[in-house]
C-alpha cells in the first residue's frame, strides 16, 4: 500500500486578491511559473528554467460544445498556494522510495461576463517541471458540458530537435522520427509505416505524447500528461512556424472530446526540463501527480518474469488458430486442425517445463480460446468470449501442470477491439482467471473499435482500460494493456496495472522490417515517461528467425538484448523468445535468469534520447546491483563509475558485452561474458557494438 510518512510540510495560504490583480508566481529551485491574465481577461502561463524561458506565455481554457467558451474575460478572484515534501512508497518501481516535493498555486478565476463563470487553475511547480490541470468547480451555471477544444498551449522559444510519432487516434506503434519541430509532417511518416489493423491520423501536423525536446542550447524538455481518467487522450498539434504546440485532444464518434459534470478536474498537463537528459529519465513528477493507490491490500501484486507461446506465433513458426479459417470445417461442422496450432497442451507444457527448470515465474499462452480464424481486420462483436479453450488446450490439466511445477499462467484476453464484448463477458473472463489460478491478464486491441467510431485514444476508450483495471484489482489480477492509450502514471492508483504496451514492440522486428537501432534509446524518453512498457525484450536469435521473411534481422546484438531488461523498465519482463534459442546460449541466458522486477534504487548513469542510455538498478531487497547500456547504430564506450555501490564493500561482476567484432547487422550474436571482482572505486569502460549493448551482474560478496 502507499504510504504517507516522514516530514509533511504543509503551509497553505489563500487570500482574496484585489481585482486588478492579473498574475501570479511560483517556484522550486530552478523552475519558476508566471500565470498571467492579459488586458482582455484571457488567463495564460509561462515556464522558466534557470532564468530562461522553456515556455513563453501560452494561453489556457476551452472552446464548449454550447455554452460558449471559457478561455476569455475572466479576473481572479481568490489565489492559494501551498508547500509540499512528502515521501511515499510504490508498491513496485524503479525506486523503492519517492520524493513529493512542490509548490502548489491554484488560482480562481471568474469570467467579468454573464453567466460568470468559473474556472480554476492548479499548478504544481517541481524540481524537474510543471504539472497544471483545469478544475470546473461546482457552480449553477455550468454543469453538464461538452468540450469541443481544449485550448492549452505550449509556446517553445524555437525550432527545437524533437523525438516524434504521428498524433495518431488508435495506435502509438510507430518509429521514432527525429527531426526539428519545423520539420513535423505525420503524414509522411503514417504514410511509410508497417500496414496495421488501424492508423488514423487526420492532422498532419500532430504528433503524440510524451513528447521529446532538445534544445539548441541543451535543455531537455518533456511534455506529457498525468492521470489521465474520463477525458481524452492529449496529443500536440504542432506549428511548423512559431513552435507552438496545442492541445489536440482526441474526439469521439461524434466529434467532440469530452463529457464532463462539474465539479471536475482535467488530466495534468506536465512539462518536465532539465539541462541533464539523464534527469528526465529519473523523474517521477509524473507519478507524484498521480492518485495514490485505491487498491487497499496489494500484497497478491507481484512482479515477474515469464516466458510465453508467442513469439513462436509472431514469427511463423506456428499459429494462434486452430484451423487456417472458419470454413475449414469436417463433416460434423468440426474446425479442421490445421496442425500449426501453438497453444497446443504439449507445448504449453514444453514452456511450463522451461519456466520451471530456469525459475521463471510465469508462462503466457496466446491462442488458447476459440476465435482466432476470424479476429483480425473484421470490425465484429463476438469473436471471443474469453473462456472456450479450443480442443487441443486442457485448461484444467495445464492449470493443474503448472500448478505442480510452480508456475503462473497468464492468461491472454484479446478484444480485437470489441470492447463492448469485453465489457460483457468481463466478469465471466475474471472468474474463469481466477478458478483457474491466473494472477495476470494481457489484454488486447488490435483492430478499430466497437463502439464503432469510437478511438483507442477517446474518452470512451480511456474509461474502458480504467474499468478493466478495476475489475481486474476487483478480482486480484494483475493486468497488461496492449494497444491501448499511452500510458500516464495510473500505475501509481491501480498498482495491478503494472504494464501496457502502447508503443512499437520488439514484436515489429518480426512482422515488419524491424526496429531501428536507436529504437530503444528514445523510448525511455518517449513512451516509458508515463509508465512501464511490455516490450518484450530477450531475442536471442537475432537472424533467419522469422518463416515468412528468411532475411529478417533484429536490429540489436545479443548483449543489446540483455541490456534491455534493465534500460526499459518494467515491472512484467517477457523473456521473448523460444526456449530452444535460449537453451543455445545457456551462459548469456545466465542474465535473464539472475536479472531483477522490482528496484531499491536506480541511477541514470549517462543517457542522451536517440543515441545511448546506462541504467544501473539495485535489486529490491538486496546489495546487488544490475546495469544496462545501450547505443544506437554508432558504436561507443561507455563510461560507468561503480561509485553507487557501497564502500569497502566487494562485489562479484559478471559484464555481458559484445565482442569486440560484434555488430547488430553482420555479427549480432557475438559476445564476450567476463567474471571479474568489483568495488565502490571501480570505473568502467564499455565497448558496445554498432546497435550494441552490454549487461552487468553484480553481486554483494
Ligand atoms: C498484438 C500484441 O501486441 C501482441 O503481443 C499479440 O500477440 C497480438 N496482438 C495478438 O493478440
Ligand atoms: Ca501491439
Not at 442 to 457: A, F, L, S
Request: with cysteine; charged share 25%.
Amino acid at each position: 500500500m502507499n504510504k504517507l510518512f516522514a516530514c509533511v510540510l504543509w503551509i497553505v495560504a489563500a487570500c482574496n486578491v484585489m481585482a486588478q490583480e492579473k498574475s501570479a508566481e511560483a517556484s522550486m529551485n530552478k523552475v519558476r511559473l508566471k500565470f498571467t491574465l492579459d488586458e482582455t481577461g484571457h488567463p495564460g502561463y509561462a515556464l522558466y528554467f534557470d532564468g530562461q524561458a522553456v515556455i513563453r506565455r501560452s494561453v489556457l481554457g476551452f472552446a464548449l460544445a454550447e455554452n460558449g467558451d471559457l478561455d476569455n474575460h475572466f479576473e481572479i478572484v481568490g489565489i492559494e498556494r501551498k508547500s509540499i515534501d512528502e515521501y511515499w512508497k510504490p508498491v513496485w518501481g524503479e525506486v523503492s522510495q519517492i520524493r513529493n516535493q512542490y509548490e502548489q498555486l491554484m488560482v480562481h478565476l471568474k469570467q467579468t461576463t454573464e453567466p460568470f463563470r468559473l474556472l480554476d487553475v492548479e499548478f504544481r511547480v517541481f524540481n524537474d517541471g510543471l504539472g497544471f490541470r483545469y478544475m470546473f468547480p461546482q457552480q449553477p451555471n455550468l454543469k453538464y458540458f461538452v468540450v469541443s477544444k481544449e485550448l492549452t498551449e505550449f509556446n517553445l522559444t524555437g525550432d527545437h530537435k524533437a523525438f516524434w510519432i504521428p498524433g495518431d487516434y488508435d495506435t502509438n506503434e510507430y518509429s521514432y522520427t527525429t527531426s526539428t519541430l519545423s520539420k513535423v509532417d505525420a503524414w509522411a511518416v503514417e504514410r511509410k509505416a508497417t500496414d496495421i489493423a488501424v492508423r488514423v491520423v487526420p492532422d498532419q501536423y500532430a504528433v503524440q505524447t510524451p513528447l521529446m525536446l532538445k534544445t539548441a542550447g541543451g535543455m531537455y524538455i518533456n511534455i506529457h500528461e498525468a492521470a489521465l481518467i474520463n477525458y481524452p487522450a492529449m496529443q500536440l498539434h504542432v506549428d511548423r512556424d512559431s513552435f507552438k504546440l496545442s492541445a489536440n485532444l482526441v474526439p469521439d464518434a461524434l466529434g467532440n472530446k469530452a463529457y464532463l459534470h462539474a465539479p471536475f478536474h482535467t488530466p495534468w498537463r506536465t512539462i518536465i526540463v532539465s539541462n541533464r537528459a539523464e534527469d528526465i529519465l529519473a523523474s517521477k513528477t509524473i507519478l507524484n501527480l498521480n492518485e495514490p493507490s485505491r487498491i487497499k491490500e496489494t500484497g497478491w501484486i507481484k512482479p515477474m518474469k515469464f516466458a510465453g507461446v508467442w513469439w513462436e506465433m509472431q514469427t511463423g513458426k506456428s499459429t494462434w488458430s486452430y484451423a487456417d479459417n472458419l470454413d475449414s470445417l469436417d463433416s460434423k461442422g468440426q474446425l479442421i486442425p490445421n496442425g500449426k496450432h501453438g497453444a497446443n497442451t504439449a507445448n504449453v507444457k514444453r514452456y511450463i517445463d522451461f519456466a520451471a527448470k530456469n525459475g521463471i515465474a510465469g508462462v503466457l499462452v496466446e491462442g488458447w480460446n476459440t476465435g482466432w480464424e476470424d479476429w483480425f481486420g473484421n470490425w465484429k462483436e463476438n469473436v471471443f468470449d474469453f473462456v472456450t479453450p479450443y480442443p487441443d488446450f486442457d485448461v484444467q490439466g495445464i492449470s493443474d501442470y503448472a500448478k505442480s511445477k510452480g508456475v503462473k499462467m497468464i492468461m491472454h484476453n484479446e478484444t480485437s477491439g470489441s470492447a463492448t464484448t469485453y465489457e460483457r463477458y468481463a466478469d465471466t473472463a475474471f472468474r474463469f482467471m481466477k478458478r483457474y489460478g491466473y494472477p495476470a491478464v494481457k489484454t488486447g486491441y488490435v483492430g478499430k473499435i466497437i463502439p464503432r467510431g469510437e478511438h483507442h485514444d477517446g474518452q470512451w476508450m480511456v474509461n474502458h482500460y480504467e474499468r478493466i483495471a478495476q475489475k481486474a484489482a476487483d478480482y486480484k489480477v494483475m493486468l497488461d494493456s496492449h494497444e491501448p492509450n499511452r500510458p500516464t502514471g495510473l500505475h501509481r492508483t491501480y498498482p495491478n496495472w503494472m504494464a501496457y504496451e502502447s508503443g512499437r514492440g520488439n514484436e515489429y522486428n518480426a512482422f515488419s522490417d524491424g526496429n531501428h537501432p536507436d529504437h530503444e534509446t528514445i523510448l525511455p524518453f518517449t513512451r516509458l515517461m508515463g509508465g512501464p512498457m511490455d516490450y518484450t525484450p530477450g531475442i536471442f536469435k537475432l537472424r533467419g528467425y522469422a518463416s515468412y521473411a528468411p532475411a529478417r534481422q533484429v536490429h540489436t546484438t545479443l548483449a543489446k538484448q540483455l541490456a534491455l531488461y534493465v534500460t526499459l523498465y518494467s515491472p512484467l519482463q517477457m523473456i521473448a523468445d523460444l526456449p530452444e534459442n535460449y537453451e543455445a546460449h545457456p551462459d548469456a541466458f545466465q542474465f535473464i535468469k539472475d536479472v531483477a522486477v522490482d528496484w531499491d534504487d536506480t541511477k541514470v548513469v549517462e543517457a542522451e534520447p536517440g543515441a545511448y542510455i546506462t541504467t544501473a538498478r539495485k535489486a529490491k531487497g538486496t546489495e546487488n546491483w544490475f546495469i544496462g547500456a545501450i547505443t544506437n547504430e554508432e558504436a561507443r564506450t561507455a563510461l560507468i563509475p561503480l561509485n553507487f555501490l557501497q564502500k569497502g564493500k566487494k562485489y562479484k561482476m559478471s559484464i555481458y558485452r559484445d565482442a569486440n567484432d560484434a555488430d547488430w547487422k553482420s555479427n549480432p550474436e557475438a559476445y564476450i561474458i567476463e567474471h571479474v571482482q568489483a568495488d565502490a572505486k571501480t570505473v568502467l569502460r564499455l565497448k558496445l557494438a554498432p546497435g550494441g549493448g552490454a549487461a552487468i551482474s553484480i553481486v554483494a560478496q
